[in-house]
């Protein structure tokens, strides 16, 4: 049973140093400019009330690609930008720690739009934030997408998550904090 448990530890280790090495290849704001265009019109193409709230969001925050891996314990990171006005404010990693139970790796991206100027104030005040505390998020999936319309939108954002690939079921932004990174 030792050796069992032992081997665990090793292999959550070596996934969540894997995971965190993944960070530490670090786009350059270009790419990181580039691929948060590119899942912006992958998603609004997509998904028609993400269409709608990219008009009337005050500010998005756009990760395009999240890698997340776990046995037991697990981690996810990824970068991306916010976006306010069709400009760059700033770049900014996700990062997620979780346990139980959970087995596999996927990658995956979010787009959280930023519906209120409190919402963008926390961000920008904090310097990042952790979805769970603060301004009220909705992740928004299809059951959620039924009974939203432009009109009944009142939260403070609203994220949306796409592109999932791998072999970990479900995904979840509960619990994940934003940070504000610095990019030349």
Do not use: C
Not at 77 to 83: F, P, R, S
């Amino acid at each position: 049973m030792k050796m069992l448990q032992g081997m665990l530890r090793v292999f959550v280790v070596a996934t969540l140093l894997q995971t965190v090495s993944f960070g530490a290849m670090a786009a350059t704001a270009e790419d990181l400019n580039t691929d948060a265009d590119q899942a912006v019109q992958t998603l609004i193409k997509s998904n028609p009330l993400a269409a709608e709230l990219s008009k009337t969001a005050k500010a998005t925050l756009i990760f395009p690609s999240v890698v997340k891996a776990g046995l037991i314990f697990g981690g996810a990171y990824g970068e991306g930008l916010m976006k306010k006005d069709g400009k760059v404010e700033g770049y900014y990693n996700t990062v997620t720690a979780s346990w139980g139970f959970q087995a596999g790796a996927q990658s995956y991206g979010y787009i959280v739009f930023l519906m209120s100027d409190k919402a963008i104030k926390y961000v920008e005040d904090t310097k990042g934030w952790e979805i769970g505390v603060g301004p009220t998020v909705v992740v928004v999936d299809e059951g959620v997408a039924k009974n939203l319309s432009t009109s009944s939108l009142k939260d403070d954002a609203y994220a949306f998550i796409f592109d999932q690939s791998g072999l970990m079921a479900g995904v979840s932004i509960e619990g994940t904090k934003i940070s504000h990174i610095k990019r030349p």
